[in-house]
């Protein structure tokens, strides 16, 4: 079969387009899936560039966001027939991921996808859209008139998390660069901070008469989350999506914060049963509010499979608005 094999971690350079990769077969409680559109996410650069330190068994093939039908089930598989159609969050450590024509994963996390979503659609949920609900819905639990700020709102996360906010009722800040602020405000953010040219400490402080924000939702890094704490009005809520502030920026009863960190492919690696199965509650939820006309997929943009090395570097720089989708096999 056709894939995009990572001959070993260390550089996206390694990752090469092959057409003779066997197909994998499911295991015990997995289903094989036939893989039309498979969403890029950054964790896919970071696995190439050597991130996590994974030790597959051989050659790996990445790809977390999954779109497609189901080709074959694997034994104690009840929940899917074949000829589904699917998607899902992938397992990172695992060979058999979404840049190739078939794919594996364990039955219990992937999600039946309803009609009228399309498969490049789906493809462009799963990191982005889970994470987003994982955020706003799961960990803040936010009330409705509060305020949040979403850094990266042309981002993927940012870019859910803004709509998933916005029906939660809740005065919307977010971060971008110039050319994406038009882009950001039509997903629904009431007021967005070009960082690149402006104090994004000052403008929400001024925008919020100096009480700061109940909400944040960091995508970006440390040091912008250990700086997100000044911002934060009092018994705030920080969720920390990439990387944890600097702890020693803590002072005990400055701000009586929360943290909230957000880790979704450690559901599938921790061993939690009840954390894998919420990855298909979350699917099958974030499918129904796009269905439904609640979410708006982000804009992707298609690309074919040999095209994925490429892309992936495009997204390494981080100047990608929306999501890129891989075409794989056409769907029905």
């Known amino acids: 079969m056709k894939a995009i094999v990572l001959n070993k971690p260390g550089s996206l350079e390694e990752l090469k387009y092959v057409e003779d990769r066997p197909v994998p077969k499911p295991e015990i409680g997995e289903i094989r899936v036939k893989v039309h559109c498979v969403g890029l996410n950054p964790v896919d650069y970071k696995l ?80 982005a859209g889970f994470t987003a609900y994982q955020a706003v ?36 800040f977010s971060t971008c660069s110039a050319n994406h602020i038009d882009h950001v405000k039509a997903l629904g953010a009431d007021c967005v901070i070009d960082y690149t040219k402006e104090d994004v400490y000052g403008r929400i402080m001024k925008e919020t ?41 803590l002072r005990f009863y400055e701000k009586a914060m929360s943290l909230h960190e957000v880790a979704l492919g450690g559901a599938h690696l921790n061993g939690d049963l009840r954390a894998q199965l919420q990855l298909a509650e979350i699917g099958c939820v974030f499918a129904r509010l796009v269905v439904e006309g609640k979410i708006k997929p982000l804009n992707s943009k298609l690309i074919e499979i040999a095209e994925i090395p490429d892309y992936l570097s495009e997204l390494k720089k981080r100047h990608v608005a929306g999501k890129i989708v891989a075409r794989i096999c056409d769907a029905k």
Request: glycine share 14%; net charge negative.
């Open 209 to 249: 008469n100096g009480r700061g924000v109940d909400y944040i939702i960091n995508t970006v890094d440390r040091e912008t989350a250990t700086k997100d704490i000044d911002m934060l009005a009092f018994n705030g809520e920080l969720v920390a999506v990439v990387e944890h502030p600097d702890f020693n920026r």
């Open 48 to 127: 190439a560039d050597g991130w996590g330190g994974v030790n597959w068994s051989e050659p790996p093939v990445l790809g977390l966001d999954v779109a497609g039908t189901v080709d074959a089930v694997g034994e104690g598989v009840n929940n899917f027939s074949v000829g589904d159609r699917v998607y899902y969050h992938g397992n990172l450590s695992k060979v058999h991921g979404g840049f190739a024509e078939y794919a594996c994963t364990t039955a219990h996390t992937a999600s039946h996808m309803p009609d009228g979503l399309k498969m490049e659609e789906a493809a462009a949920l799963p990191c």
């Open 137 to 172: 819905v799961n960990k803040l639990k936010p009330r409705e008139g509060n305020t949040i700020l979403i850094h990266a709102g042309a981002g993927g996360v940012g870019g859910y998390a803004i709509q998933l906010a916005k029906l939660r009722q809740l005065k919307v």
